[in-house]
């Protein structure tokens, strides 16, 4: 001990310092909580019992319960549906923009910069704002389409069960556009540029270019941003608490938000806490494969 706090005084301990810090903040409020939350998942804890430690032991009939309840597969569907076509558009939309800025032209990185705007955003006020896009009744969306001539009569978004998972899909791509744009335009920019001098002698076109030079050398850029997406949607909940809570009938119901439901709606914290560590489990593989994929792109 005498050891340490001299190698403090002279400086030379600083960097334990550094980094048993956040260790320590990390196991108290992120390892201490994960944890509890997994034992939770193997017991029976209800309001009443949750201040107790009268808590039986019921091993995996939670995870049982929870894939045999009729809302699972559904609410599911709903996941997947939500994960794939909002990562898709956040990509799609992203590095589309990416490559138009890469292009350069005068203001072009002040115009890049105001694209953050949406990410630095709350999620809650990214909600409140497209709720009021999305109203059934005065929307900015309904007035536009009616104006256009392609619908006749206003359409509920967030309360139609056809649509109310597609407005929490719009949402939550125009939320990660910028986060996609601005990871895909620091991969554009490694890119040497003689590469696409040598290909232009050799005449390929811009097409060519795309596919022999920019996605081959984006390849672990692109597997970062997936896995990244992953996990930042997977964790999306503001959203569908602003936009449609889950509903109608579960239409927009998905795993994140419906863990909350089941633990401080129904208050069956057992269950909430099953679904939860379920999805704890899916970020940790993306995280897995988000690092791998750094650990390939540093490399080259």
């Not at 939550?172 to 040598?198: C, H, K, Q, T």
């Not at 608490?241 to 938000?257: E, K, L």
């Not at 633990?263 to 057992?270: G, I």
């Amino acid at each position: 001990m005498s050891r340490l706090l001299s190698s403090l005084r002279d400086g030379k301990g600083f960097d334990i310092v550094l980094v048993a810090v956040p260790l320590a903040f990390l196991l108290v409020f992120s390892g201490l909580p994960l944890i509890y939350n997994v034992v939770m998942s193997f017991q029976a804890v209800d309001m009443f019992s949750l201040g107790t430690f009268n808590r039986p032991w019921v091993g995996f009939k939670n995870y049982v319960d929870v894939f045999s309840l009729p809302a699972t597969w559904p609410i599911m569907r709903n996941t997947v549906i939500f994960v794939v076509c909002s990562i898709a558009g956040q990509f799609v939309i992203g590095f589309a923009l990416a490559l138009f800025f890469a292009r350069g032209f005068p203001g072009s990185s002040y115009i890049r910069g105001l694209f953050l705007a949406s990410w630095v955003m709350p999620g809650l006020v990214v909600g409140a704002m497209w709720n009021w896009i999305l109203a059934g009744d005065f929307g900015v969306l309904n007035y536009a389409l009616r104006s256009l001539g392609i619908i006749s009569e206003n359409i509920f978004w967030a309360s139609n069960p056809a649509w109310s998972l597609w407005a929490v899909i719009v949402a939550n791509i125009w939320l990660g556009i910028s986060f996609n744009m601005i990871l895909l335009s620091v991969g554009l920019a490694a890119i040497p540029r003689d590469l696409y001098e040598a290909a232009a002698l050799d005449g390929a076109n811009g097409l060519q270019k795309f596919w022999t030079i920019t996605l081959p050398m984006m390849r672990s850029t692109i597997g970062a941003v997936i896995s990244l997406g992953l996990i930042f949607t997977l964790q999306q909940f503001d959203l569908f608490a602003s936009i449609t809570s889950g509903g109608p009938a579960n239409s927009s119901n998905v795993a994140q938000y419906w863990a909350w439901e089941m633990s401080f709606r129904q208050y069956d914290f057992a269950k909430g806490a099953t679904i939860s560590v379920v999805m704890i489990a899916v970020v940790m593989i993306a995280s897995v494969i988000y690092v791998r994929s750094t650990r390939h792109e540093v490399r080259g």
